[in-house]
């Protein structure tokens, strides 16, 4: 039974953690007495509980996020009631800034705040050793990157077989975007290249093929970049897929260059546009040249390969609705697989916060801690934000809608989505658990009544989608005759 347990709540099975890990991989002596458990948010916290005690440990240390703080809140609640002797130990974003009032810091014993890969071990050591360092929070110094083992011979063959690889080139980002918990550090610091791949093709070896990495930006360093991205080229096979978030107006030839070598579906790119607004991209600190942003998305989708997610933020300090249109619209224009429609969160410690009397901001007081209104958007207009962000996920994310989208979104995509979207709530009083063949009907009663489409010309577009989605249903609006044709098609 190991003395110490890293236990944490992911957001899904396929997510490995990358935390967890770096933190086993520096324990030092106490590897050998150090167990690792995951979770899922979805787990019951009494459950997750009992698991954990079936180890018997001495030390608990729980990984805490935003996704999982409620959660982790429950088992840590928990932990206290029914083993009050062990020693829970807190780290993670969530508790490394304004630990105050947070009821799981009352509860835990120390939290740790800052990188804990080496700090987390050292508490350990005392612990066991009987010495209970006074203080509660602990703030943990930055290390040299080279003074951290590397945690990737930690995932298993399990992870590698069934899950997205996590890994990190670098930590830390340059940029000052108040809205990221990144703006805090001082700059970003590369991990020894040589090394870092050399622990990449461990994994490769061991069979690993899906990696994300999770560097705040990949092209800071173009010439790194390229190196990482020539490794990869030089091993491609039908499997290999990778993610990178970059960003747009630092796209050097010779990365261009690499990038459109990448075959279709090797390749994702998440940029984060978040605002075309250039006063509030200086409100915020944030610098971003919009025409090389603009102009390198086209080249992205002319091209590449690479699927594209663009990130937008709703709800930005000094933006209205109308200037958030404006800039979906934009975006909409240059055609990204994907366009994320984020609702501004205020993230523990984010230097956004100074702006919460100048500008209004109300946010909630409940993780993810989205902006409710501000000075220049309503609560009942941000709900509606919040609604629109979430038919767009299912129905301009999804990959479902190839022909109906264009006769959906016209000449204003941004108006006419928010109108299909107030349509489709005031319909369902849903905006989860809807299933894709009720989407389609939906859509097609949606489009002729809310936005004047043609029936016949919403009918055909849909048809076609649906017929290439794979779906098994059998609408309604799709003649039997054509359902049954097409499906003895694709048989024979």
Known sequence: MPAILLATLNARYSHASLGLRCLFANM??????????????????PDIVERLLAHRPRIIGLGVYIWNAEETAKVVALLKQVAPEIVVVLGGPEVSHETEGQSMVQL??????????????????????????????????????????LPYRFYSDEDIAHRLIYVEASRGCPFKCEFCLSSLDKTAQPFDLDRFLGEMQGLYDR???????????????????????????????????????????????????????????????EIGVQSFNPAVQALISRKQDNRKTEESLAWLRAATHAH??????????????????????????????????????????????RHTEARGMRYSPYPPYNVLSTALIDFPTMQRLGRFARYWDLIGNSGRFRHSLPVL????????????????????????????DRLFELLHRGLPACLGVEEGVAA???TRDYLESGLRGAPGFIPADR????RQAQRG
């Open 28 to 45: 030092g002596t106490l590897q050998p007495e150090t167990g690792l458990e995951e979770f899922v948010i979805s787990h019951r916290p």
């Open 108 to 149: 835990a014993d120390h939290v740790i705040t800052g990188p804990a890969d080496i700090a987390f071990g050292r508490l350990c050591r005392r612990l066991l050793e009987g010495e209970r360092p006074p203080q509660k929070i602990i703030a943990a110094e930055p290390v040299p990157l080279a003074e951290i083992t």
């Open 207 to 269: 069979g690993a093929r899906q990696f994300k990495f999770v560097d705040r930006t990949f092209n800071l360093n173009p010439k790194t970049s390229l190196r990482i991205l020539e490794f990869f080229l030089e091993r491609l096979d039908d499997r290999l897929f990778l993610h990178f978030e970059v960003i747009p107006d630092h796209l050097p030839d010779r990365l261009r260059e690499a990038l459109a070598r990448f075959p279709e579906g090797s390749l994702q790119l």
């Open 308 to 353: 594209i997610h663009a990130d937008l933020i709703a709800g930005l300090p000094g933006e209205d609705l109308e200037s958030f249109a404006r800039g979906f619209n934009r975006l909409v224009a240059l055609n990204p697989h994907e366009i994320q429609v984020g609702i501004l969160k205020r993230l523990r410690g984010t230097p956004i916060a």
């Open 409 to 436: 979104l016209g000449n204003d995509p941004f108006e006419r989505f928010l109108q299909l979207s107030d349509w489709l709530f005031e319909t369902t009083g849903q905006t989860h658990r809807i299933a894709a």
């Open 460 to 462: 055909e577009a849909l």
């Open 483 to 486: 359902l049954k044709g097409y």
